[in-house]
């Protein structure tokens, strides 16, 4: 009876440091909430950025490369959705060309933005944080397409999308690049 219970006792105790370490190892190795409320909290909505952030399953293992990439991967996805939604608008436009030029300029921003992300994602591969936050868009180009086109709640719903995008890359960028920077050498 009292081996049984040793045995017990020894399941059970292998069983609780097992569980405490598999938790403690998660939670060090990926991005805590604490972090992304840090990252959300320097955009104007912390709920949505820290949705798109919480919507990639990457994030909640991550490590700051990771994280740095994800986030940049993220406002890439919404830049090819407004892109594509905008030479659409352009393409399918007949008869106005007042909306068919506010829709190819848009496009042309998009495809400015997609360039700028791309490049922001090769410096993040090449660990250079600092040149990410530069490399960066900023958010003039959503907002000079939002406000060279008639509005529509779709067409502010997708600038809406990427200006989150676009400020969580941003905020995330910077956070990487400020972590990198402390760690010691």
Known sequence: MSS????????SLSFFFFFSASFFISHCNGVSQQAISTVCSQTQSDELC???LNGDPRTA???LPLFSLVSIELAQKQAARNLETFARLRDNTTGDSQAQKGYANCTSLYGKVE???RRAHELSEAK???EVIKAGP??????DCFNGVNFTLSLG???????IALETFASVASYVAQ??????A
């Open 4 to 11: 049984t219970l040793t045995a017990l006792s020894f399941a």
């Open 50 to 52: 820290a949705s798109l």
């Open 61 to 63: 293992s991550a490590d």
């Open 115 to 117: 360039a700028d992300l």
């Open 128 to 130: 250079e944080y600092e």
């Open 138 to 143: 900023g958010s003039s180009p959503a907002y």
């Open 157 to 163: 719903e997708i600038t809406r999308d990427m200006l």
């Open 179 to 184: 972590q990198i920077r402390s760690r010691p």
